[in-house]
Each structure stands twice: as structure tokens, then as C-alpha cells.
């Protein structure tokens, strides 16, 4: 059996560890696949300054010179960076949290994070996408949105 579960990197979604703690007791040969999706546009190559030769700007008396920042990889080694740099967050996290479980860790880039945690949970077969929820309620909900209540809605596999 197959448990997807989606994090964000907030305190708040870690709180799912409890329900999926629950979950491995019920059926301890559930596989947990941790997944955290990222918005490739939000995804900034690193940049490094550039000591040479900056340019000096003047106010009046006073001259002011800072190095320039220089970007030092593409846009594709930074998509791959992040990737490296979640996989290894999450397996931290999993190796804290379920060390009892057999754990999967999955970095996704995508701009709409629901379709791609359900593209996932169709790729692997999940039996049950488990998740934490915000709770915003009132505008606030309205304007950001829930991706947990996507993927309620969109889903044809159970979500926990």
C-alpha cells in the first residue's frame, strides 16, 4: 500500500506526522511517499558579487560603490539544486519522524501544486493522499485558495 504525503515546509504541515504515525500502526507495510511541490518561476539561481571593478555612485560629497550580483548557474541548475536540496530535507525529515516506515521522498516543480500531487498519486498508484490543512478561513481562504481542498474535489483517490 501506498500513502502519498504532500508538505510545504511550514510547522503546520509536519503536524500530519501524527496521523501518519496512526496510520503505520494500523498497517505498518503502508510505503509513505513525501512530496514537496515547488513553483519552478519562484526557483532563483544562486548569484555571486562580482569584486572587480564595481561601478561608484556619487551623492554629492559622499561615493558609494557595491558589487554588481552575477548569476553563477542557469535557471535548470537551479531547479536541480532545489530538487537536491528537498530530497535531502525530506529524507531528514522522514529518518525524524516515521524511522519505522519505508520511505520515498519526491520534489515536484510545478505551478499548481494540487494537479501535480494528484499527477503523482495517479503515477504511483497511491491508495490515499494524507495531508495538514491551514484552516484559513473567510477572504483570506478565498484568495489563496486550498490545495487540500483541490485535491478533495479533483481527486479520485481518498485524501486524509
Known amino acids: 500500500m501506498k500513502a502519498i504525503v504532500p508538505l510545504d515546509g511550514s510547522d503546520n504541515s509536519l503536524r500530519i506526522f501524527t496521523t501518519v504515525r496512526r496510520l503505520l500502526a494500523m498497517q505498518p507495510a503502508f510505503e509513505i511517499h513525501l512530496v514537496e511541490v515547488h513553483d519552478p ?34 535557471h535548470g541548475e537551479a531547479l536541480d539544486r532545489d530538487s537536491l536540496e528537498t530530497k535531502a530535507r ?9 524511522p519505522q516506515a519505508v520511505s520515498v521522498v519526491h520534489a515536484v516543480h510545478a505551478a499548481a501544486p494540487a494537479e501535480a500531487i494528484r ?23 478565498l484568495l489563496a485558495g486550498s490545495v487540500t481542498e483541490a485535491l478533495i474535489r479533483t481527486s479520485t483517490r481518498p485524501v486524509l
Do not use: C, F, W
Not at 90 to 98: F, G, P, S, V, W
Not at 119 to 141: C, F, P, Q, R, S
Open 90 to 98: 525530506l529524507t531528514e525529515i522522514a529518518a525524524r519522524e516515521i
Open 119 to 141: 499527477a503523482l498519486a495517479d503515477e504511483l498508484d497511491a491508495d490515499v493522499i494524507v495531508m495538514a490543512t491551514h484552516g484559513h478561513t473567510g477572504l483570506k481562504h
Open 41 to 74: 518561476k519562484n526557483v532563483k539561481g544562486q548569484q555571486d558579487h562580482v569584486i572587480s571593478e564595481p561601478p561608484a555612485v556619487s551623492y554629492g560629497r559622499t561615493s558609494v560603490s557595491a558589487p554588481l550580483p552575477r548569476v553563477v548557474e542557469s
